[in-house]
């Protein structure tokens, strides 16, 4: 059972490549508060680990034979067990992050990084923090707000009248607002509103902002 109290950080740790499993193990030997208490080269055994010794914190591999470490973090979650979950990866795949972050992932490291950032990763994740490698942070949580705001377009999408969403269609097909305009048999003053309507509905503003926004969800209009 998880022990948070005691002097020592207990932590399982799973990857399937010795050579770096060695290495994340040496790293975590050099701290007097940290305790390997248990170690995997594949995802069914790093989840039997987990289930019997409940660590602190668990290291995991993203990609490991029988098991990856987002569908162990799903059964940790789904049966309670109060262990807190750093992955590794090779991968700089926002959707992959976001599928973590949404688990409650505590940490997400790059290989290349791990035997220099794990012993810091784990000491922050255990005071309660979370640790995200100094050189994913940046890029990945643009890509995430980039994947945030497709995620919500289409629900604003949604809130646009059949003429709004008429008009933005057509501005997608590179139509000009006097074509608009013609084809609606409407003002090109009442286009224009249109596009300001549907402007603050979808929540952008600036002068390419609608365009922007039309690219970012071509698949979506």
Excluded: W
């Excluded at 604003?156 to 969403?165: A, C, D, I, V």
């Excluded at 549907?198 to 922007?212: D, Q, R, Y």
């Amino acid at each position: 059972m998880s022990n948070k109290g005691n002097n020592k950080i207990r932590v399982v740790i799973a990857d399937d490549h010795p050579l770096l499993l060695r290495g994340i193990k040496y790293s975590l030997s050099q701290k007097d508060n940290i305790e390997v208490v248990g170690e995997a080269s594949d995802g069914k055994t790093a989840l039997e680990l987990i289930e019997e010794l409940q660590p602190d914190i668990a290291v995991l591999d993203y990609d490991m034979p029988e098991y990856n470490g987002l569908e162990i973090l799903r059964i940790v979650k789904k049966k309670n067990i109060p262990t807190d979950v750093i992955f590794l990866t090779m991968h700089q795949d926002p959707e992959v992050f976001k599928e973590a972050v949404a688990l409650k992932a505590k940490g997400y490291m790059l290989k290349d990084s791990v035997e220099e950032e794990v012993t810091k990763a784990i000491e922050e994740v255990y005071k309660g923090g979370a640790f995200i490698s100094p050189i994913l942070s940046g890029q990945l949580i643009k890509e995430i707000e980039t994947i945030k705001r497709k995620d919500e377009s289409p629900e604003k999408l949604q809130s646009l009248t059949k003429t709004e969403m008429t008009v933005l269609k057509m501005v997608a097909d590179n139509k000009t607002t006097q074509e608009i305009a013609d084809e609606l048999f409407i003002s090109p003053r009442t286009v224009d509103r249109h596009r300001s309507n549907i402007c603050t509905k979808l929540n952008i503003s600036g002068p390419n902002a609608l365009m922007h926004f039309i690219i970012e969800n071509k698949d979506l209009i």
